[in-house]
């Protein structure tokens, strides 16, 4: 009988995928097999869970790419439920949800997929030169699925739906590692927290990859593929910096390669028609004498007078964020970072201290910074479409202690590429 049920549910979703390609419904509650390319949909990562499992599980939907909105039923008519969602790699859609048993509580949003063809050509380009880090089996945002993430301490799904959505606004993100979705544990970006307060009316797509420079991010054909998807009226976040500073080249420097790439930045994106939007790079945290040190040089000056030049809405994220680690102090500000004793993670040999990358709880409140500055610079195009969200202000984060994030299934202790 659960063999017939599969068959059945797969011949439903085939029939689904041969109409349109764009819709899709599961019932949660029946059998689903494991993800197969003969199948296009199930479940990834941790397999096909247990009957009656409380464990997290993954569940992926072969689809093309775009903008996708999701809407999923949470809760249980078995027992009472604690729910987390994220999507592809990490990026947070749905907060910890308690329900009762027989209770049930639905939300909807909407995820970007996306792959490395580039569908027009722009500029001559036609694939995204992605790093081998990012073709690894566990890398989600460039493979041909749209997967999700149910976590929590007792996750419970009653359905799924996904429905393709050509109408939400678009915030394309790029950057490096402090903002791209970071696809391990214990490792975060605000890229991939800032999907958070967006209602489905808004689908973030983060191209960003750690290691990347203003001018490599262009050289992998990167910009490339957001022109490519982009519609009249969306949005583009650049935020560079770190790397850029260890750039030897002729012409290296915040004055000459750096201000140059971000002017292509400025053109490209206006004449499709986009919106582009400036953040300068986080702050690394440095203390000296009870104070955060600036370790950026000219480059945040650089981008603020391109910004001024050319008319382009500016976050100050690496002045937000100094004023985030100097009201938490120098000791409680490892908090925000990766900073984890020998031993939390499974295989962890040594102690982790770095000063760059964020935990998931600083990765939030830096997405907190960021929508605040959306905010502030009156970007109504995507306030509009805030959920959840009055106001935040580096001076008062949030409590560490009173942050939910259930660990992922993906850990790697290994430091990211950038600094």
């Known amino acids: 009988m659960k063999a017939n049920s599969i068959l059945l549910s797969a011949a439903f979703a085939a029939m689904a995928l041969s109409a349109n390609g764009e819709s899709f419904k599961f019932d949660m509650t029946k059998s689903q097999p494991a993800y197969s ?11 096909v869970p247990e009957k009656n499992s409380t464990k997290p599980f993954y569940f992926s939907v072969k689809v093309p790419d775009g903008n996708y909105r999701v809407t999923v039923k949470l809760g249980s008519a078995k027992r009472a439920a604690n729910t987390t969602v994220r999507a592809e790699d990490r990026r947070l859609f749905v907060e910890p949800v308690n329900t009762k048993k027989k209770e049930f509580k639905t ?12 569908t027009p050509e722009i500029n001559g380009s036609k694939i995204v030169k992605i790093k081998p880090g990012e073709k690894a089996p566990d890398c989600r945002d460039w493979d041909d699925r749209l997967t999700l993430e149910f976590n929590g301490t007792a996750p419970a799904v009653q359905s ?17 590692s402090t903002v791209t979705d970071q696809r391990h544990e214990p490792y975060a970006s605000w890229g991939q927290m800032v999907t958070r307060w967006f209602t489905p009316e808004v689908s973030v797509c983060n191209v960003a990859e750690s290691g990347l420079t203003a001018s490599s991010f262009l050289a992998q054909n990167r910009l490339d593929k957001i022109l490519s998807m982009m519609k009249p009226g969306d949005y583009v976040i650049v935020e560079f910096g770190h790397n850029d500073e260890k750039e030897k080249n002729p012409g290296a420097g915040p004055w000459f390669n750096y201000t140059f790439a971000l002017k292509k930045y400025i053109d490209q994106v206006r004449a499709k028609g986009g919106n582009i939007i ?7 945290r440095r203390f000296e004498n009870g104070k955060n040190k600036n370790t950026h040089g000219d ?36 908090k925000t970072l990766v900073h ?3 031993g939390t993670f499974p295989g962890q040999k040594k102690e982790l201290a770095d000063n760059t990358h964020f935990s998931t709880y600083g990765a939030y409140e830096v997405a907190k910074i960021v929508v605040q500055g959306l905010k502030d610079n ?31 299934l993906m850990v790697d202790t290994e430091k990211p590429d950038g600094n």
């Open 37 to 47: 390319d003969a199948t296009g949909y199930g479940y990834e990562v941790g397999g």
């Open 160 to 176: 799924i739906e996904i429905v393709s959505d050509t109408t939400a606004t678009t915030l394309f993100l790029c950057g490096n």
């Open 107 to 118: 939300y909807t949003f909407t995820v970007s997929k996306r792959s490395p063809q580039i």
């Open 278 to 284: 400036f953040c300068t790079p986080t702050a690394r």
């Open 299 to 334: 480059y945040p000056a650089a981008m603020k007078l391109v910004a001024e030049k050319c008319n382009v809405p500016l976050i100050d994220l690496n002045e937000k964020v100094t004023t985030l680690y100097e009201t938490l102090g120098e000791s409680d500000s490892k």
């Open 378 to 408: 009156n970007i109504s195009g995507l306030t509009k479409s805030l959920k959840d969200f009055t106001s935040f202000s580096p001076s008062s984060p949030d409590d560490y202690n009173s942050f939910v994030w259930p660990w992922s």
């Open 340 to 342: 984890y004793a020998m």
